[in-house]
């Protein structure tokens, strides 16, 4: 069973920055991918970004040059830094967690709102 706790949501202008972090309750060094989604208000949930165990990245298209998201495998965490945030980033964002293919665990989500 892994944990994930996600935080760094909040309110921030249009233009602004936030650093979401994703705290796993145990290793991540082995997992095969963990990554970011995003739920729009009235939206399906979304992927923003993933890294996988080697460290290569993938982006949606609409965050791509303004989102980057980085493993500390010594704190076993993961970050999405968000920049030039726009209101259309508004959401609940998720940490997913996939340790092998048969699992996949998420954190509760945290509030990301951007104001115009």
């Known amino acids: 069973q892994v944990q994930l706790v996600e935080s760094g949501g909040g309110l921030v202008q249009a233009g602004g920055s936030l650093r979401l972090s994703c705290a796993a309750s145990?290793?991540?060094?082995?997992?095969?991918?963990m990554g970011w989604y995003r739920q729009p208000p009235g939206k399906q949930r979304e992927l923003a970004a993933i890294?996988?165990?080697?460290?290569?990245?993938n982006y949606a298209d609409s965050v791509k040059g303004r989102f980057t998201i980085s493993r500390d495998g010594a704190k076993n965490t993961v970050y999405l830094q968000m920049n030039s945030l726009k209101p259309e980033d508004t959401g609940v964002y998720f940490c997913?967690?996939?340790?092998?293919?048969?699992?996949?665990?998420w954190g509760q989500g945290t509030q990301v709102t951007v104001s115009s």
């Open positions: 997913e967690a996939v340790p092998n293919p048969w699992r996949q665990y």
């Open positions: 145990g290793s991540i060094s082995s997992f095969i991918t």
């Open positions: 890294i996988s165990a080697a460290g290569s990245t």
